[in-house]
């Protein structure tokens, strides 16, 4: 009975540790600082807070959950704003399976930016983060062979550092463009639950591009670009947003609307649609399986939910000299 529960233990544990990849959203660059420690502050306005939560393959398991909670801030800029100094946290919870096998994280970051010429048409911004994260599983949930042998509840405590780079380009009112490239868990820290197993949490390495093109009238296109490499994985996605902007009665845009399609290549295909009024902006996105999980789980993938609310200041006249474009 004892080598039978370990080995199904055994197996399970080494399923989940031999892949040892970092969660992530399908909402892309929503909310950036899940992306990229440099975008920490770099924000339009006194800083931003937001939440995302993502449940995945409920039709086909118990599902995976991922929980989000960020908060970034301008900190500190000099008297003529072309360079500035912000900081960001983020809370990230994810589990699955009947154990609820899943990693807490704290991250904190800080970043520079500096705007790179006179006219603030170019920003450029670095950014470095830390982590710190809890991994394990709830024994008391496990079914074991033999009722007389209890499992330990088992944890694992370990660190990660990363940094990130971001430019942007702002030239008129017809286009923009952010390109950003990050690389995280640096340190290669254990991820290994069974003593000589030898898995570690690979380097991940990550760039992302959006660019926006103003139509003319109320709309606005913006082509989207992904792409992540861990450990031999990787991830690339590509797709397009289209945006309505409504004139309000005094000429301001307070309200845009939104919506998106998107591919994760092999993987899915995403669909989004977003809100924003005044500071606050809504995003819903659909994640539909179309890999060979897909006549297991009818198509169904991920169905993720996130918002983002901006402190942004009344003095838009000065905008153009934030050394932080809006994002």
Known sequence: M??????????????????????????????????????AGFVDGG??????????????????????LTADALLWRDRYRRNGAGGGVAFVRDKA???????????????????????????????????????GYDASRATLFDDAEQLLQRELRYV?????????CDPDESWWLRVGVAAHNLNRPSLSLLEGDGAH???????SARVGYRLGGHWELS???????????????????????????????RLSLAAGIAVRHGDACLLSVSAEYHALQVIFCYDANTSALAEASSGYGAVELGVVYRFVKQRVQQRRALPCPIM
Do not use: K
């Open 97 to 135: 399976g009947t154990l609820d096998y899943g990693t807490t994280s704290a991250i904190a970051m800080v970043s520079y930016n500096r705007a790179l010429d006179w006219n603030g048409v170019h920003h450029l911004a670095l950014g470095a983060e830390a982590g710190f994260h809890l991994r």
């Open 223 to 253: 082509p989207v670009a992904l792409a992540q490499i861990q450990h031999g994985n990787s991830e690339f996605c590509y797709g397009a947003d289209v945006r309505w902007r409504p004139d309000g009665d005094d000429g301001s845009r």
């Open 47 to 68: 800083g931003r807070v937001g939440a995302a939560c993502r449940t995945q393959w409920a039709s086909v398991s118990h599902p995976y959950r991922t929980f989000a």
């Open 201 to 207: 949490l690979e380097p991940r390495y990550l760039m």
């Open 160 to 168: 990660t550092v990363g940094c990130g780079l971001a430019w942007s």
């Open 2 to 39: 004892r080598g039978r529960r370990w080995i199904g233990l055994w197996a399970v544990l080494t399923a989940v540790a031999a892949s040892a990849q970092d969660v992530h959203f399908s909402q892309m660059d929503f909310n950036p600082v899940l992306l990229n420690a440099a975008y």
